[in-house]
């Protein structure tokens, strides 16, 4: 390139020639009397007032300001906010403000440049660096100022700041002189005002006859010009002077010639089209001379179609007090319609739009305000101004038990009934990767598209290397059904940064070979960020510039919709577990996680009581509410931004006690639900009667034998009878409490026991099982368990029937051993190493129960309770972790490495059940994975079972946390070899914001184990999952309570489940969920009980009516089926 001018040299020369480094003096600092000011921009009154953009407009700062003094005007050409690199609204880059000015001659001493600064960022303050005519004369980091609020125009508390930087005389020269303002590092600056302070007799000169090319590029677009559409090349032009004649010369054609005035102006050069790449020769001329001449290259332009989606990414606190988050985005409705309203008379691609991308705060606005805003949002929903999405919330989808990610989606349904509008789209953001049952919620909630926009970086693994700009069909585990995905490699977060970035990102597209003409950019200011209130003008002056590329604000169902019509029968499907990665998190607060998964099963447990015992008065809000809480804790904000950095700050404490006291909530809602759905069959207390019984209760759709425990004391109990008199085995526990075995409780049904008293009770002893224990083993006709006394796990686990340890030896780890990684380094494992006290708990007919203690690293004690019963054929292990308080980095691991060689571990999500490696989509997380219920690792002659109630997190083989570079992919797995090893991944505190710093006192994990013949069978693990974690319910009665309590349906299957029961919202019904496990369609037949049901329709997550049944139903291989019965 040949510059024929000064000007620009000196604008790009800037900063290249560091010079001494001089201190500004912050807050108040004076200036020298014999300065007097030369040249001011805007006025010191402490606002920001007068400048571009002011008061509140940064999310439309496109470029950085060139000033011209005695030309340029602020109001227009400098911004009342300068960027600094840490802002992605802004590029994500430094930013460089530009004055130029003349002087008639060199000052004979040193001038001052002062920056009136009405705030800078609270928390990431701007380094600054000044130069003159491309000497640096400053360099410094600035205090920090006030809040977030100061940069929306809110003033009331910032905190002004003064930066002045001396120039020697010998910077600056005849002519024209050149100051630049950069912000190298750090976040924004707010301008009050910038003055040039000059000794006296210093005069101005014009700037004189100056013309000069800033900038000149071929750009993406298109423009109509002499009747036909043609490529554009971009410059823009510095004038000072009066207006000048120029002319533009592209390969030998002129193609642009006018007038530019005083400033800084863009021209658009409208070239002819080109089908492949080609270089040309451009020529800029004024009247008396060439002052550009250079080389470009035109490449083909495409007739692209921008969709922005303007929107807040929700987060449910992290950026503040999670109250005064929703009252913010309360407002950011308000402020939506008002901006639709103002803007309704735009053409239509640039009328302002919203979209919402979570309906948490949707739920609150419509319950609190008043009823014109109410009246207000619903008319812009079916106007189309406000644009719903069916997700409650930005979840943590791998965390939720199935039934939990159906209610993910109830509210949408609720809202579709009340307004009378679909809702067939859904958003989520920052979250990478999902559980692949959201694809049948989806679906079964009516929703059709799915735009995904993960976090850029953080913590994502191989997400955006893979499906970054990938548009696909995903189908559901069944097949039958699917959704249409697309996932934009910018992100949820400023996706759109203005013309220069739009530029490059289609720049990058076209190399990429990105096989659509329609792009998808999420246009989000931030986190909880208000709306962007001006991009309305901007996509309208855009589009009367540009025939392409062509930027249209829309609604997320809207653009989907378009995009299906264009490219949806030529999309890929897809099948498999997109596995999650930010899940982990989860770990670092495990009680309440634990907490959370239990209440969500028994919620459900509740639920089916409800439709058995009392469907006509079902308290739907209550049960709304605490499914609500069960959803919001598995809402993937977990606490402040900085829960790590300064986790004993109040602004962290408030949010981790509003986060907490969600699943604290649905603890206390889920066991108040379950007693409520009793009421009526309750005895009386009283003194002990010569008669009482206990009513066992089924809340599982099949027939169950199970032991069942009573809670209540029941003094010298005798024995226990069923319906017909015979004796039940019962045994007395240690603590005083009973358990029994109660045999064929009906399906979603109840079966009475008598209590026989007289006795001094039954207290067995070692002998009556015929089998002796002695030492740290634990033996029963079934099975033998040792345990290994310097770590307090089993060493030895033997199935007599299948005569064969299942316990794999070669890692050195026993079954249920706990593992600590003080820090990051897998590598760096500690086990427990002292001598356990071991104490024999219980010892009867029924189970045998020992205790087994010890100290261990990261924790005061580990406890283990080993439970055996011969009855159930299962083992179950209570480990209850006394956890020390650390704030250094640690996990936790319990080991369960199985011995079944050539076992094939297959583990049930919500909803679908999967392989690892053959069952997950390519860029899925396989360094860990998060379950529901069980894992079954199984060769062809036998196998294991294995459930967690409290820890969703595994990993398979070994320890694979942390990753080295959380914003790498590095450290990912992109393949996980077979193995029969698995950890359960229990506590963490890795991440570096949002979750939690430390975890402190007893934690409760709860796990089974079933050893069984044969291969894997889908059914059976089913059901053990389901059963291990709803258990019977046993409650005391009268005479009165009938001998059994029949199921008011049953459904016959070998296959099909009944996994979910319970009263529809509208209370005149029962809604009934078939799951079918295996992978092979199936068969049901569905039997009412005639005296309460008596008609059948298929439904869906809306629980209307749809086709009637009339005979058996088919349920596909994995495939969910939901029923209304009447």
């Keep these: 390139m040949r510059l024929r001018s000064v000007i620009f040299a000196l604008v790009s020369c800037a900063l290249l020639n560091p010079g001494p ?116 004369v400053l360099q410094e980091t600035l205090p920090p100022g006030g809040p977030d609020a100061t940069i929306m125009g809110d003033l009331k508390e910032a905190k002004p700041c003064e930066v002045r930087a001396t120039i020697p005389a010998g910077a600056l020269r005849t002519g024209t002189n050149v100051i630049s303002i950069s912000t190298q590092d750090g976040s924004w600056m707010l301008y009050d005002a910038v003055m040039f302070l000059a000794p006296a007799g210093v005069r101005m000169a014009p700037l004189g006859d100056v013309t000069a090319v800033r900038s000149v590029q071929a750009v993406p ?33 002129p193609c642009w010639s006018g007038s530019v005035n005083d400033g800084t102006q863009e021209v658009i050069v409208p070239v002819p089209r080109v089908t492949e790449r080609k270089d040309v020769n451009l020529v800029v001329r004024t009247s008396d001379k060439v002052i550009l ?74 319950r609190k305000s008043s009823p014109e805003k109410r009246a207000a949002f619903v008319e812009g929903v079916r106007k189309g101004v406000i644009g719903l ?141 208000a709306p962007d209130v001006g991009i309305s003008d901007f996509v309208k002056e855009w589009n009367e510039k540009y025939a392409y590329p062509r930027l249209v604000i829309a609604t997320c169902s809207e653009m989907m919709r378009e995009f299906e019509r264009r490219y949806g029968d030529k999309l890929p499907e897809v099948a498999g577990d997109f596995t999650p990665y930010w899940e982990d998190g989860a770990a670092s607060s495990a009680r309440e996680t634990g907490l959370v998964r239990r209440a969500a099963d028994r919620l459900s447990s509740a639920e089916t009581l409800w439709a058995m015992l009392r469907p006509g008065d079902y ?12 959803v919001l804790y598995d809402e993937h904000t977990w606490g402040a931004h900085n829960s790590i950095t300064e986790p004993d700050s109040e602004f962290a404490k408030s949010q981790w006690q509003i986060k907490q006291s969600f699943a604290l909530e649905a603890d206390r809602q889920s066991r108040e639900l379950l007693a409520r759905s009793l009421e009526g069959l309750v005895s009386e207390q009283g003194n002990e009667a010569a ?34 008199g015979a004796a039940v085995p019962w045994q007395r526990l240690s603590d005083g409490r009973v358990i029994f075995w109660a045999q064929d409780v009906p399906a979603f049904g109840g079966r009475r026991f008598r209590l ?23 033996e029963t006709p079934r099975y033998t368990l040792e345990v290994e006394p310097q770590t307090g796990a089993l060493r030895r686990l033997v199935d007599k029937q299948l005569n064969h340890d299942l316990v794999d030896k070669t890692k050195g780890w026993g079954l249920a051993e706990y593992l600590y990684v003080p820090g990051r380094d897998p590598d760096k494992v500690q086990r427990i190493t002292g001598a356990c006290t071991v104490t024999r708990l219980e010892q009867g007919p029924l189970v045998r129960r020992w205790a087994v203690e010890s100290r261990a690293p990261g924790c005061r004690t580990v406890k283990w309770i080993y439970e055996l019963s011969d009855v159930k054929a299962q083992i179950k292990v209570d480990m209850i972790l006394d956890k020390e308080k650390v704030r250094s980095a640690e996990g936790v691991h319990i080991a369960f490495p199985f011995d079944v060689p050539d076992g094939q571990i297959r583990m049930e999500l919500a909803w679908a059940i999967i392989r690892p490696e053959a069952d997950q ?28 109630w409290d820890a969703p997190l595994v990993e398979l083989g070994t320890i694979r946390t942390d990753v080295p570079q959380p914003f790498s992919p590095e450290g990912w797995l992109t393949k996980i070899e077979p193995t029969q090893t698995i950890l359960s991944y229990v506590m963490n505190n890795y991440w570096e914001t949002n979750y939690k710093a430390d975890q402190e006192g007893p934690t409760l994990f709860t796990y089974f184990i079933l050893p069984h013949r044969g291969g894997y069978d889908p059914v059976m693990a089913t059901r053990f999952g389901i059963e291990t974690t709803r258990p019977l319910i046993a409650l005391l009665v009268d005479s009165r309570t009938p001998a059994e309590l029949p199921s008011p349906v049953t459904v016959d299957s070998e296959s099909v489940l009944p996994v979910e029961c319970k009263p529809s919202r509208d209370g005149r019904g029962i809604i009934l969920r078939l799951f079918n496990p295996q992978q092979a369609p199936a068969e049901a037949a569905v039997k009412l009980d005639e005296k309460k049901l008596s008609r059948v329709w298929l439904t869906d997550l809306s629980e209307r009516p749809g086709a009637p049944l009339r005979g058996p139903v088919t349920v596909p291989g994995f495939g969910l089926v939901s029923l209304r019965l009447e």
Excluded at 295 to 320: A, F, M, N, Q
Excluded at 330 to 343: I, S, V
Excluded at 619 to 630: C, G, H, I, K, S
Aim: proline share 6%; glycine share 10%; aromatic share 12%.
């Design 221 to 253: 677009a298109l423009v109509k010009a002499h009747g036909e559409l043609r490529q554009v090349i971009e410059m823009v032009v510095i004038r000072a002077g009066g207006p000048e004649s120029v002319e533009v010369i592209c390969g030998g054609t």
């Design 389 to 529: 999405q069916a997700l409650y919330g930005n979840e943590l989808t791998a965390l939720c038990r199935p039934e939990e990610l159906l209610r993910l989606l109830d509210y949408s349904q609720r809202l579709k009934e009340q307004m009378g509008v679909p809702i067939d789209s859904a958003m989520i953001s920052d979250v990478p990767g999902y559980t692949w049952g959201i694809v049948t919620a989806l679906a079964q909630a009516g929703v059709r598209y799915f735009s995904i926009g993960p976090n850029g970086g953080h913590r994502i693994g191989h997400t955006l290397r893979v499906w970054g700009d990938e548009a696909f069909w995903w189908k559901s585990p069944s097949g039958q059904e699917r959704v249409l995905c697309w996932i934009p490699r910018r992100g949820y977060w400023r996706g759109f940064r203005g013309k220069a970035e739009l530029f490059a990102y289609l720049r990058e597209l076209q190399e990429s070979q990105y096989p659509f003409e329609m792009v998808q950019l999420r246009h989000c200011l931030g986190d909880n960020a």
């Design 756 to 778: 026989v008293f007289g006795g001094q009770g039954n207290v067995p002893r070692d002998s009556e099982n015929g089998v002796p224990e002695s030492g740290t083993a634990i």
């Design 691 to 724: 008669d009482r019984f206990v009513m066992v209760l089924n809340p599982t759709g099949w027939v169950r034998s199970d032991l069942v425990t009573l809670d209540a004391q029941v003094g010298s109990l005798m024995s226990i009878q069923d319906g017909q």
């Design 619 to 630: 308290p739907d809000e209550l049960f709304y509410q605490a499914w609500r809480n069960v």
């Design 21 to 136: 480094r001089l201190c500004s003096r912050c807050f108040g600092g004076e200036s020298s009397d014999t300065r007097t000011v030369l040249w001011q921009i805007g006025q010191k009154d402490g606002k920001t007032e007068g400048f571009a953009l002011a008061p509140n407009a940064f999310s439309q700062y496109r470029e950085d300001p060139i000033f011209l003094v005695g030309v340029s005007d602020p109001a227009r050409d400098w911004p009342y906010v300068q960027p600094g690199p840490a802002d992605v609204w802004a590029g994500g880059r430094p930013h460089t403000a530009t004055v130029l000015f003349g002087l008639e001659s060199p000052p004979s001493g040193d001038c001052e440049l002062v920056l009136y600064l009405a705030n800078t960022h609270y928390r990431s303050p701007p380094r600054v660096a000044i130069s003159a005519n491309g000497k640096i």
């Design 921 to 948: 989509l390519p860029g899925a997380c396989k360094n860990y994975f998060t379950v529901q219920r069980w894992i079954d690792v199984s060769n062809d002659q036998f196998g294991v079972l294995w459930g967690a």
């Design 293 to 366: 001449e250079t080389k470009l290259t035109l490449d083909p332009v495409r007739e692209w179609v921008v969709y922005l989606l303007p929107h807040s990414h929700v987060d449910i606190g992290y950026t503040d007090i999670q109250t005064k988050i929703e009252e913010n985005h309360w407002h950011f409705y308000e402020q939506a319609l008002e901006t639709a309203a103002k803007t309704a008379d735009y053409p239509p691609e640039a009328q302002f739009k919203w979209n919402v991308e979570v309906l948490w705060a949707v739920d609150s606005y419509l």
